[in-house]
C-alpha cells in the first residue's frame, strides 16, 4: 500500500510523491544556493525539510524550520533537522532571533491581506543586517493558476503578484536584488529582498570598490565578476562590488564560485580610496562624493572615441582608463589621451574550466553533421554574423556533412539581431543552404564550456572588437579559431595558434552604439571569400587544426588567465593608492 503523505500534503492536488523528491530537490537548487555559505537560514514552513536539506548540503551553519503543520515538523525532524511548530501568520516574532537569510515559499498565498502583510513584516524584523529574504509564490498569471488550480487547494486564499510584493518588500525597507518567473512549468514568482547593512563607522572608508553589473548574463558583467573575483585574492587591494543591475539572473548569482563576491557586496557606492568602473551601456564619468581616484574600464570597437568621452577624460572624468588591449589603447592615445593615464589590464579565462582536458558531458545538439562550426556572440553587424553566413553559404552545400552552430546572446536585450536577424531569415530561404542550428535561449556559463567542447572549430569573423572573449575561451578548450586579422584580437591570435582572416579597413560615418565619434570611426571588413576558404580548408585538415588549437590552448591556459589580469591591475591599483595617500597627505 502506498504511504500517505504528512500532514496537509494528502489533501493537496500538487502533491508529488515521495518518488519524485528528486524533482523537488533540482526544482530548489537555485535558491538553495543563493544561500550557500550563510550563518543561519530560516524555512518558513519547511514541509518535510527538502529545503533544509540543500541548505545543510552548501554550508548553512544553522538551519531552522517551521510549519504549521504538526505532522509535517515531524517528518523535518526525523531527517535531522531543527524545526517548530507555529503559524507563520501570527507567531514568526515570537522566535526572538535573527537570521542572516529567510526562506518563505509558497505560503504568503495562503494569508489574506493583513496576514501576509503582517507576515512580510515579521520576516523583515526577523533579518539580520544585510540578510536576504527569498519570497516564492504561484504566478496568478499563469492561465492554469488563474483559472482553477489556485482555488483547488483548500487553503488558498489569494495570490500575490510579483507588482504587490515587489512595493511591500520596499516599503519595508528591502533592496530589491532578484525578481521574476521561473523560466520553466508554471513560472511561479520569485523576489529576493536584502536588509540595509549595519551602519558603518562614520570614519569607515574601504581601500578599493568595484561598480559594474556582476551577475548578468553579458560579457561586461563576466569581466566584472572573473576581474574582481581573481582581485579578491591580492588582500592589500581587494574590491568591495556594488552591483548596479536591475535583477541579478539567480542562477549566476547562486554560482558556488562567486560566494565570497556576494559576502562583499555593497549598496551604493562607500567612501573609498580608488573606484573601478565598468558599465553596460552609457559611460559614467560622474565621481561619486567620498571617492578618491577612480578607474574606467573602456574597451571601444569602433576607431574613433566617442566625444562625449574625450571631453570627458580631459575634465578629469577618469584618473586612470583600463582597457583590454593595445588595439583599444592606440584609440585613446590616438584622441590625446596622456599615456600615463591608460593601461592595457588584459581579460582572460578559468584555466581549469576552459581546457580540452575537462571530462565533460557533450552539450546535445539535433544535429549528426560531422565538422560543426560555432560562433557565439550578437546577431549585429559588429560581430559578423552576416559576414559568417556568406562564407558559410558560400563555401558549403546541403549535401556537405557540416553544419554552423550560432549561440546568440542578448537577442531580447542590448544585442538585437538587427542586420544579423536579416541574414539569418535570407539563409532560411536558401534551397540547398548547408544545415544551420541556431541557439537563442541563455546558457549556464558551464553549458557554454560544453558548448565549445561539442563543436569542432569556432568562426568569428568580426568587424569591431575591444577584445574578443569568445575567441580566447574557445582557444583555450582547444577550438580551433577561425577570425579576423588585424584587430583586437590580434593581441592573442596569431597564424601559429589560429586561422587569420585577411580584412580592410573601412570608414564609419555616424553615431556609434548612440554616441557621436571625436572623428570618423572605422572597423574591419573581413574577406568573405577567404572565409570561405577558410571554413572548407579548416573542414578538411582536421588534424592540423587541432594541432593548431592545442598550441593555442597551451598559450592561453598559461598566459591570459585572470590570475594574471588581477596582477596587472593590482599594480595598477597599488600605484593610484600611494598617489591619492600623497595627495591626502599634502
Not at 351 to 358: A, L, M, Q, V
Request: charged residues 25%.
Amino acid at each position: 500500500m502506498e504511504q500517505r503523505p504528512p500532514g496537509r500534503q494528502r489533501f493537496s492536488v500538487f502533491h508529488r510523491s515521495a518518488d519524485e523528491e528528486a524533482g523537488r530537490r533540482a526544482w530548489h537548487h537555485a535558491y538553495a544556493e543563493v544561500f550557500r555559505g550563510f550563518g543561519s537560514v530560516l524555512d518558513v514552513g519547511c514541509g518535510t525539510g527538502v529545503f533544509l536539506d540543500l541548505l545543510r548540503e552548501r554550508g548553512v551553519g544553522r538551519v531552522l524550520g517551521v510549519d504549521r503543520d504538526p505532522e509535517m515538523v515531524a517528518d523535518t525532524r526525523a531527517r535531522g533537522h531543527e524545526a517548530r511548530v507555529l503559524d507563520a501568520r501570527t507567531q514568526l516574532e515570537a522566535l526572538g532571533e535573527r537570521f542572516d537569510g529567510i526562506h518563505l515559499a509558497f505560503v504568503i498565498e495562503t494569508t489574506d491581506g493583513d496576514e501576509g502583510l503582517a507576515m512580510l513584516r515579521a520576516c523583515a524584523a526577523l533579518l539580520k543586517p544585510d540578510g536576504l529574504l527569498v519570497v516564492r509564490t504561484l504566478n496568478p498569471r499563469n492561465a492554469a493558476i488563474r483559472d482553477g488550480s489556485f482555488w483547488l487547494e483548500p487553503w488558498s486564499k489569494r495570490p500575490w503578484p510579483l507588482e504587490t510584493l515587489h512595493v511591500v518588500l520596499t516599503d519595508l525597507g528591502l533592496r530589491i536584488v532578484g525578481a521574476g518567473n521561473e523560466p520553466e512549468g508554471w513560472q511561479h514568482v520569485y523576489i529576493l529582498g536584502r536588509a540595509p547593512a549595519a551602519p558603518r563607522a562614520h570614519d569607515e572608508r574601504v581601500a578599493v570598490a568595484f561598480q559594474g553589473e556582476f551577475f548578468a548574463y553579458n560579457s561586461m558583467a563576466t569581466v566584472n565578476r572573473e576581474l574582481a573575483s581573481a582581485l579578491r585574492e591580492h588582500a592589500d587591494v581587494a574590491p568591495v562590488i556594488v552591483p548596479d543591475e536591475p535583477a541579478p539572473e539567480p542562477s549566476v548569482a547562486a554560482d558556488p564560485r562567486f560566494g565570497a563576491l556576494r559576502a562583499a557586496t555593497r549598496r551604493g557606492v562607500p567612501a573609498c580610496d580608488v573606484l573601478i568602473r565598468q558599465s553596460n551601456g552609457a559611460a559614467d564619468f560622474r565621481r561619486p562624493d567620498g571617492v578618491g581616484a577612480l578607474v574606467q574600464i573602456l574597451p571601444w570597437e569602433y576607431g574613433t572615441l566617442p566625444r562625449a568621452w574625450v571631453d570627458a577624460l580631459r575634465e578629469g572624468g577618469a584618473d586612470e582608463v583600463w582597457t583590454p588591449t593595445d588595439y583599444c589603447r592606440t584609440m585613446f592615445l590616438d584622441a590625446g589621451i596622456a599615456p600615463e593615464r591608460v593601461a592595457v589590464v588584459p581579460n582572460g579565462i578559468d584555466p581549469e574550466r576552459f581546457s580540452p582536458e575537462r571530462a565533460l558531458e557533450p552539450y546535445p545538439l539535433a544535429t549528426r553533421a560531422a565538422f560543426k562550426f560555432l560562433y557565439l556572440g550578437g546577431a549585429l553587424p559588429r560581430k559578423g554574423v552576416d559576414v559568417l553566413l556568406a562564407a558559410y553559404r558560400s563555401a558549403f552545400t546541403r549535401g556537405d556533412d557540416v553544419a554552423l552552430v550560432l549561440k546568440l546572446f542578448g537577442t531580447q536585450t542590448f544585442y538585437q539581431l538587427d542586420d544579423g536577424g536579416a541574414a539569418l531569415r535570407a539563409f532560411a530561404n536558401e534551397e540547398d543552404a548547408p544545415e544551420l542550428l541556431v541557439i537563442d535561449e541563455e546558457l549556464s556559463d558551464e553549458d557554454v564550456v560544453r558548448l565549445y567542447r561539442t563543436c569542432d572549430a569556432l568562426a568569428f569573423p568580426y568587424r569591431g572588437e575591444g577584445f574578443g572573449l569568445p575567441m580566447l575561451e574557445a582557444l583555450a578548450c582547444g577550438l580551433p579559431v577561425i577570425a579576423t586579422a588585424g584587430g583586437a584580437a590580434d593581441a592573442f591570435l596569431d597564424d601559429d595558434v589560429a586561422y587569420r582572416v585577411p580584412a580592410k579597413r573601412v570608414a564609419l560615418r555616424g553615431p556609434m552604439r548612440g554616441e557621436t565619434l571625436a572623428g570618423e570611426g572605422w572597423w574591419l571588413e573581413p574577406d568573405v571569400d577567404a572565409l570561405a576558404a577558410t571554413l572548407r580548408h579548416v573542414a578538411a585538415h582536421r588534424d592540423e587544426a587541432r594541432a593548431k588549437a592545442l598550441r593555442g590552448s597551451q598559450r592561453a591556459r598559461t598566459d591570459w588567465t585572470w590570475e594574471r589580469a588581477a596582477a596587472v591591475a593590482a599594480e595598477r591599483l597599488r600605484g593610484l593608492l600611494a598617489r591619492t595617500s600623497e595627495t591626502t597627505a599634502r
